[in-house]
């Protein structure tokens, strides 16, 4: 528990840093996909990740390769797009934080 704890600490110090653009795979913005945005990048601590940017930021899916991402990320855009779509699951972290239902709108 203590290596997650580690972990975590060093991915939030990471992301923090301002290098989203290098570590950007795709994005699209909420105001252009019905008041959900989705970014999938890579993560120094979980590898290649998809999120919904909602209220709030949700981990939705993550990947082996960058092209697995990219197939996700259009996979995300499309479900976020769809405004039936009212709930995710967001990814937990590890051993610290469990898989939670969402609502995105």
């Known amino acids: 528990m ?4 580690l972990k975590l600490v060093g991915a939030v110090s990471g992301a923090m ?3 989203y653009e290098s570590r950007c795979v795709a994005l699209v913005k909420r105001e ?12 120094d601590d979980m590898g290649f ?11 939705v899916e993550r990947y082996i390769s960058r092209e697995d991402a990219e197939k996700g990320h259009e996979k995300w855009v499309a479900f976020a797009a769809d405004t039936n779509n ?5 990814l937990g972290y590890e051993s610290l934080i469990e898989d939670e239902s969402v609502k995105i709108r």
Do not use: F, Q
């Open 32 to 43: 252009d996909n019905n008041g959900v945005g989705v970014s999938t990048a890579w993560t």
């Open 49 to 59: 990740e998809t999120a919904l940017l909602h209220s709030r930021v949700s981990p």
């Open 17 to 19: 840093a301002g290098n």
């Open 86 to 90: 009212t709930e995710v699951v967001e």
């Open 2 to 5: 203590i290596d997650d704890m």
